[in-house]
């Protein structure tokens, strides 16, 4: 399907362009259409700009145009991180003081990670979907390496604040595997991995286990329950504010996939919404 959309040139620099595709994104996505191409041709660096300032990718580039590529639903989560960033650690202060989903029992696992990670005298960690660096601030803080991965800048932003030193990279967890230069002792995703669905929660996983150290550990801290069953329960319970679109770690799931071959792979249930998750690596 093609479609052009053009702004007007008495609308230009007023920002129309980036509501009119934040629109068409949201429609897109209740048709349920993934990416989005769009061609330009090399001397637009108006157009040009526009693309790279509003999440596009280049695909591929000759001596004439320019192809990128957009994922929907990157983008439409992006967005929304990106309002959400300043006011995250408070919502999460709130949900966790009500001890009601998603929050409760978040303080409970940023110290088990504290924990684990502090076994170790010497780590590098990298936190992915690392938000406002609320889990890695405090190892940072006790001298640990850190690289965070956020597709949210302006939470990377919050997030740089507090980890001045350490080395971000603002793009999706799939993006980003290709900008790992490091192999790391703990690989960490709090509250972020339930925006993969199942099976790209697995790929994902098992891709990540080449930049994990040997002895290394992936640690996964959530909403998340031992079965579906359990899950459903949790859903019904909080049905009224349940996200549709999440998928919280099931460790049932996790055990009957290909994980169990390249981890052993434990879970600790906090309380009855959330739950630790270690993977170690085999
Ligand atoms: C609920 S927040 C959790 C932040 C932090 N880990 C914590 O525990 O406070 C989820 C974070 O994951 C990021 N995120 C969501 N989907 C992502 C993706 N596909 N790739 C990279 N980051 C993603 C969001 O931008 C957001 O900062």
Same mark, same amino acid.
């Given at each position: 399907m093609t479609r052009q959309l053009e702004t007007h040139r008495d609308y230009y620099h007023k920002g129309f362009a980036s509501k009119l595709l934040n629109k068409v994104l949201y429609e897109l996505k209740r048709d349920k259409i993934d990416t989005i191409y769009s061609i330009v041709r090399n001397h637009n660096y108006k157009s040009l700009n526009f693309h790279y300032k509003n999440g596009f990718s280049v695909e591929n580039k000759d001596d004439v145009d320019t192809k990128f590529v957009l994922n929907v639903k990157d983008q439409i989560r992006k967005e929304l991180f990106d309002n959400w960033a300043n006011n995250y650690n408070k919502s999460v202060i709130k949900s966790e003081q009500e001890e009601t989903y998603p929050f409760a029992g978040y303080s409970n696992i940023k110290y088990q990670i504290i924990d684990i990670v502090t076994k170790r005298s010497f780590a590098h960690i990298l936190d992915m979907g690392v938000g406002t660096g609320e889990i890695t601030c405090p190892l940072y803080n006790l001298g640990y390496r850190v690289t965070g991965v956020d597709l949210s800048e302006k939470m990377i932003d919050i997030a740089k604040k507090k980890l001045p030193n350490a080395i971000f990279i603002c793009d999706t967890f799939q993006n980003s595997l290709t900008k790992l230069n490091a192999q790391y002792d703990f690989i960490i995703f709090n509250y972020s991995? !339930? !925006?993969?669905?199942y099976q790209s929660q697995i790929d994902l996983l098992l891709k990540i286990n080449e930049n994990l150290s040997s002895q290394g550990r992936i640690i996964i801290g959530d909403v998340s329950t031992i079965n579906r069953e359990d899950m459903k329960k949790l859903q019904e319970k909080y049905n009224s504010i349940w996200d549709d679109e999440e998928y919280y770690p099931i460790l049932d799931i996790y055990q009957k996939s290909e994980l169990r071959n390249y981890y052993k792979i434990s879970y600790d249930k906090i309380n009855e919404v959330a739950g630790l998750f270690e993977l170690l690596k085999i």
């Open positions: 991995i !339930h !925006h993969l669905d």
